[in-house]
Every structure is written in C-alpha cells, then in structure tokens.
C-alpha cells in the first residue's frame, strides 16, 4: 500500500508570512498533484507535476517535484487569508491496469489576518 | 454552469435503511470516481468507472454499489446504512485513466443516526 505523509498537519500564521508544506512518501510516483479544499466544497486542483526535479509556479504558490518522484513541497509566499484551507497531495500510480490516487491526510492552513 | 454536481449536499437517514447519491458531470470527461472522506478529512477513493466500465473497486463492503448509466453519470447506491457510513462522498471526474486532473463535486455529507 502506497502512503503520502503530509506535514505539517496543522499550520496557523500572520498574513504577509512564508510557509512550505511538504509531501513524502518512500514509493514512486508517476505524478503529483496538490488540491485545496475549503469547508463545505471539494477538492480543487491546483497543479499537477510529473517529471522528477520540476517546479511550477502559481502567483505566489511555488510547487516542486522531488528527484526521485518521492515527495514534493508547496511553498506560498507572503500568504494571504484567502489562502487558508486543507491542502491535499495526491500521488498517482498505475496499479495493475489501473491509475490511481492516493491522497495524503493533509495540512490545515490557518491564515489569521 | 456546475461541472460536476452531486445530489443530496446533506442526507440524515437512520440505521438500516438504503439510500442513493447522484452524480453528474458535463466536462466530457469519461472517467468518474466516488470518494469517501472521514471526519479527520482523509480522502479514499472508493470506485473508479471508465466508460461505464468499472476499473477500480478498493476495499468497500458490497453493501455499496455504484452505477453508471452513462459516462457522465455516477451514482452511489448505499444497502442497510451503518453508523460508521456517516462520512462525505465526494464524485469526481476526469479525461482518462490517467488522472492527471481531477474534479470534485460539492460532496454529499451523509449522517446516519
């Protein structure tokens, strides 16, 4: 069974401050997707990397790709209180015939104005 | 215009009983997935149709049955509802087996008393 530890679980900061999420696994992974998900709505996806070592960058929101395809990180700069919600990784894999994903348990980002 | 819909938002049924849960996409996509998210917000994939086609079954008591009547539709049939079936369902959708981006619905909050 595939795991994605997610931490910090809980995260509350000051607006204007910097914060780095990170995403770890000890399998590999075709790729990696990071959602966000207020109370009440699911899931909405953010970006998607796939080739080991890649960075994307959403306005403030800068997402890499480990190496190895292990783990990732998100990084948000200056963080706003729009910017609070449950932020969830999610790897995918081919198990068999099918693709799936398998999700972490997520970092609660409390953003206080 | 709504790109993946669920019906119930909330459902409060008693122990015992059956209900079902609806889900509809209009993204052309031709992959849909039910989710089931626990009080501590970790997201389990539950079922996965391909064209109508099953493709990923995980570990769900049999009292759960999905059904495709066509690729843009997704519904959850729920047999002698459980305490600890009280969780969210979540529907998603996406362009292919390979899930690089995947849409959530709104989520269904079920409550069994």
């Known amino acids: 069974t595939q795991l994605l530890e997610q931490s910090p679980q809980f995260l509350s900061i000051q607006e204007g401050e910097n914060l780095t999420v990170y995403c770890n696994s000890s399998?590999?992974?075709?790729?990696l997707q990071w959602y966000r998900q207020e109370p009440g709505e699911g899931p909405v996806l953010l970006v998607t990397?796939?080739?080991?070592?890649e960075v994307k960058k959403l306005k403030r929101l800068t997402f890499q790709f480990g190496d190895a395809r292990k783990d990732s990180s998100l990084h948000i700069t200056a963080a706003q209180t729009g910017d609070t919600g449950l932020y969830l990784c999610?790897?995918?894999?081919?198990?068999?015939?099918?693709?799936?994903?398998?999700f972490g348990k997520g970092t609660l980002l409390t953003v206080n104005p | 215009d709504t790109a993946v819909s669920q019906t119930p938002k909330y459902l409060v049924t008693q122990m015992g009983n059956d209900k079902s849960i609806k889900c509809e996409q209009n993204?052309?996509?031709?992959?849909m997935y039910w989710y089931k998210q626990d009080s501590k917000k970790f997201l389990k994939i539950m079922f996965s149709?391909?064209?109508?086609?099953?493709?990923i079954n995980e570990t769900v008591p049999n009292r759960f049955s999905p059904k495709s009547p066509d690729k843009a539709h997704l519904n959850l049939h729920i047999n002698s509802l459980e305490l600890g079936d009280s969780a969210v369902y979540f529907c998603?959708?996406?362009?292919?087996?390979?899930?690089?981006?995947?849409?959530f619905g709104p989520g269904t909050r079920l409550t069994v008393t």
């Open positions: 999610a790897g995918g894999a081919r198990g068999g015939s099918n693709y799936k994903l398998t």
């Open positions: 149709y391909n064209n109508k086609e099953l493709i």
């Open positions: 399998s590999v992974f075709s790729s």
């Open positions: 993204l052309g996509h031709d992959t």
């Open positions: 990397v796939v080739t080991g070592g």
């Open positions: 998603a959708s996406s362009s292919s087996t390979q899930p690089l981006g995947q849409y």
